[in-house]
């Protein structure tokens, strides 16, 4: 009787122990980037840029092929993902703005509250030293900030050298690499004369060493992401944690950045979870960052807000569901006087719609703002302005590249645009005919979600006129 108690006994702790183990919180590792492109990599099919780590990541996991940010700048970008709500619901809507509206909270505490203990390393938030008002709590733990060429993330396996506590993991590390100014010219692995551009951008000497330095950068970026994985196989559970790679918006480029193109809104989002995501798999169902922070508070069985815009994609990423929204949303105002330019745009299915609210205003951003603004003497080095100087010079005599500025720095009311069939959204289908159907559905859409949101189509500075603009005039000093 003793014996067939004691064999009870150890059966029940075996299967305690096991069910335990197998309801454990998992470890979250989210790398965030700064300003790196959906194309940028080897696992969105770049063939010339070397990320052998994210492609690690993707094999191991899952590549999200339409994931997207609330917004192309860094504040509203960043404030979407740590709220789970769009930049018009939450309050910070231009990269200038700092305040949430009174009541929106942070997603961050709901991940606390399950246990976790949660780090941020390196530009995480958008503020110094992180703190951005509102959704960083005092409770998270700041590691300082390494040097940008620190590949190692010394300052991370330190933290994870020493961590004392059993609790679970949520370790946000930000890496700037991709943010300019990017690496001196030289460093780059590839030469400037091999660099293939798009075919929407006017290629020149200048423009191909700017790019090779933002490959230098992109592939830095990857081998701190081959470390970060080294670190969580040695520190970590391995088995138990979720390592999620992603940009809070694309590069510092025409129609990229501070643009509602794909180029500027769809991010790269790379997801592995041993045991739990199916290595080597894709989804095309369409997230928004403003879903990441419920999922992980869903995978650690937290309670998902429900007056929040993000919803979680779990059933995604574990395989059980290929769609997740049916509608991609996103807004950009500016940043003070830089950006000056009010857009939004949805996508829906293969569709993509986007309302510039002042075709009058020339479209500028920090990058021909530079150029065309600060003399070459106060220019520095390492700054875009000086590739961005190189397009006016050849416009002067090349109708390519002036055609190619004006493409830039002028947009007509209302785009739309098949994504399956053009996606470089080249060709505008808003003034045919036969798309005015899908047209104006669209534009019903945008016109609802404006009201919803109270969208005040403000501005966040004083826009410049196309009247008052020359496209092709240089202002070097």
């Known amino acids: 009787m003793k014996l067939i108690n004691k064999i009870t006994w150890s059966y029940f702790f075996l299967v305690t122990c096991l069910c335990f183990s197998q309801n454990k919180k998992p470890n979250f590792v989210i790398v965030i980037a700064d300003d790196h492109g959906v194309f940028h990599s080897t696992p969105y099919g770049s063939t010339i840029i070397e990320t052998p780590n994210m492609q690690k990541l993707a094999d191991e996991g899952m590549r999200f092929d339409n994931a997207y940010i609330a917004s192309p700048a860094c504040a509203p970008s960043r404030a ?33 509250e399950q246990g976790y203990e949660v780090v941020f390393q390196g530009k995480v938030a958008h503020a110094r030293n992180n703190q951005h008002k509102g959704y960083v709590p005092k409770a998270v733990k700041i590691l300082k900030r390494a040097p940008t060429n620190d590949q190692k993330l010394s300052v991370v396996e330190d933290f994870l050298k020493n961590r004392e506590s059993t609790r679970p993991l949520a370790l946000f590390v930000g890496c700037t690499d991709t943010h300019t100014p990017y690496p001196p010219a030289g460093e780059s692995r590839i030469k400037p004369e091999d660099v293939i551009i798009n075919k929407r951008i006017y290629t020149t000497p200048e423009a191909q060493l700017e790019m090779s330095r933002y490959i230098q950068a992109a592939e830095s970026i990857d081998t ?12 970590l559970d391995k088995k138990n944690t979720m390592t999620v790679y992603t940009s809070d918006h694309g590069m510092a480029w025409p129609f990229a950045k501070w643009s509602l193109y794909e180029t500027g809104i769809r991010t790269p989002l790379l997801i592995s979870w041993p045991g739990k995501i199916q290595p080597n798999s894709t989804t095309k169902a369409m997230v928004s960052w403003i879903d990441l922070l419920p999922t992980m508070i869903d995978i650690a069985d937290g309670t998902v807000p429900e007056n929040i815009d ?89 109708p390519a590249a002036a055609n190619f500025l004006t493409d830039y720095h002028t947009n007509p009311a209302e ?63």
């Open 415 to 477: 785009e739309l645009y098949n994504l399956e069939l053009d996606p470089l959204e080249q060709h505008n289908l808003a003034e045919l005919p036969e798309y005015s159907k899908k047209l104006k559905s669209l534009r019903k859409m945008i016109s609802k979600r404006m009201i919803e949101v109270n969208d005040d189509e403000s501005l966040s500075g004083p826009p410049k006129l196309l009247e008052n603009f020359s496209i092709m005039e240089s202002k070097i000093k």
């Open 80 to 112: 979407a993902l740590f709220t789970g709500m769009m930049p018009y619901n939450n309050g910070i809507v231009g990269n200038h703005e700092k305040n949430l509206k009174p009541g929106v909270l942070s997603l961050v505490p709901n991940l606390i």
């Open 224 to 235: 701190k992401l081959g470390n970060i994985l080294k670190m969580s196989d040695i520190y």
């Open 310 to 398: 993000g919803k979680p994609f779990t059933a995604v990423i574990l395989g059980k569901k290929n769609k997740h929204r049916d509608a991609i949303y996103a807004t950009h105002k500016g940043d003070n006087e830089k950006n000056v330019y009010p857009i939004r745009s949805v996508r829906v299915g293969k569709w993509k719609y986007i309302r510039n609210l002042h075709p009058e205003f020339a479209y500028t951003t920090h990058t021909d703002a530079w150029a065309t603004e600060v003399p070459m003497t106060k220019l520095h080095a390492n700054h875009a302005g000086h590739h961005w100087n190189s397009y006016i010079k050849a416009a002067k005599t090349d």
